[in-house]
């Protein structure tokens, strides 16, 4: 019987489907929250995201998302810290391609010199002597996406690298980049409420490639999402990101908290299983 907990990224890691984002473990806790975070500095609360990181381990989690991007690499030094006990039990994914010159400024360049030289950062950063997966994190236009993949797949070549991701694409760039090397992971942003992405979802599924939503627990329709909850004695985060597992088999939600009870609530949402009814009913 097939386990519908786990997902084989890139045909040869086996992850549990709830992982962790780590990028708000960034600045001062009240700094974390709402889209224009500055995710710029390491987190003030250090001791307490580390043990944080730990516990997610203890509840299963072993496929964890950060980026060189996130308080300018300082994101990767935490989780190589946190996670180092655990470090042959986990998946760690990074991404690069982001410039940021200010905490405000997040700026695509996809330079295949740049790509080259930030994912030896990430290798430095997080202790690593190969990258479990990475991401371009954005598609720079100004650069050919040839040039972009290539960089990622001449470091696969050289084995800094296991497996290459994309972010934020679209289907005809999944099958553009395909062409130039193997793409076990796509990171798109959706949820109940943002569903642009479903072309994306079927087509990664139909060729065994891992769906990666961020911002995961966005509600859509309250009213809905806690009456399903309540039938089914969840919370409607746990409803939400049940959503999410249901829609896919390769759907992997990465939700990110600095909170040990969220923690423990979005892990928990591995054991929930909805009906078709219930899934249709919060897709509306």
Sequence with gaps: MTNTKVFRLGGDLEVRRIGYGAMRLANAPHERSGMTAPIWTAPTDRAESIALLRTAVDLGVNFFDTADAYALGANEELLAEALQPHRDDVVIATKVGVLRPSPAEWITHGHPAYLRQQAELSLRRLRAD????????????????????????????????????????????????????????????????????????????????????????????????SEVAAERGATPSQTALGWLLHRAPNVLPIPGTSSPVHLAENTGALELALTDDQFKRLAG
């Design 130 to 225: 190969r990258l479990d997966l990475l991401y371009l994190h954005r598609i720079d236009p100004a650069y050919p996406l040839a040039d972009q993949i290539g960089a990622l797949g001449q470091l696969q070549e050289e084995g800094k690298v296991r497996h290459i991701g994309l972010s934020e694409v679209s289907v005809a760039e999944i099958e553009e980049a395909a062409r130039i090397a193997p793409i076990a992971s796509v990171q798109n942003v959706y949820n109940l409420a943002e569903r642009g992405h479903d072309p994306v979802i079927d087509h990664t599924a139909e060729r065994g490639i891992a769906f990666v939503p961020y911002f995961p627990v966005s509600g859509g329709d309250q009213a809905e999402l």
